[in-house]
């Protein structure tokens, strides 16, 4: 839809991210710019604005992803520490980089952004595993996830 002066519209339907699949589908973009950049040091701007673009992500969705991302890029070392004490036995830097991101992401989200709620978090970030991580990951990234609720989140 195009206004008088040829200026696009804005769709109110497009004003909000439609829905939890929506919102997954900017959680798994989100997933792939902090792998991208954690794995192979590419520009995470760059890579941000090409995944958003090539998924079709638009407008509350972007800024969405933007978010998440920045988020965890801003405060990973804090979030790092977080993950680190309730995975002791998996130094960060040797955990799988997915399992990591999504942990970064929902430990984000939960503790810090607080864009969501607890218990959606977790289980956005367990379908991550689910689709992306190992056979083992979808139970590890739960109970760290379960141990982060219960010990930080009041």
Known sequence: ????????????????????GARRKTRVVSLQVLYEADSVGHDVEQVLQGRTEDAGLSGPSVEFAKDLVHGVLA?????????????????IDQMAIVDRNI??????????????????????????????GSDSSSKFVNGVLGSVMETVVR
Request: net charge positive; aromatic share 6%.
């Open 1 to 20: 839809m195009v206004t008088p002066n040829n200026v696009p519209a804005i769709d109110p339907a497009a004003a909000k991210p439609s829905g939890p």
């Open 75 to 91: 405060n990973r070392k804090e979030i790092d520490k977080i993950v680190s004490g309730f995975a002791p036995s998996w130094p």
């Open 103 to 132: 942990l970064r992401i929902a430990v984000f989200e939960i503790v810090i952004g607080k864009t969501s709620p607890p218990k959606v978090a977790i289980n956005e970030a367990v379908e991550l595993a689910k689709a992306y």
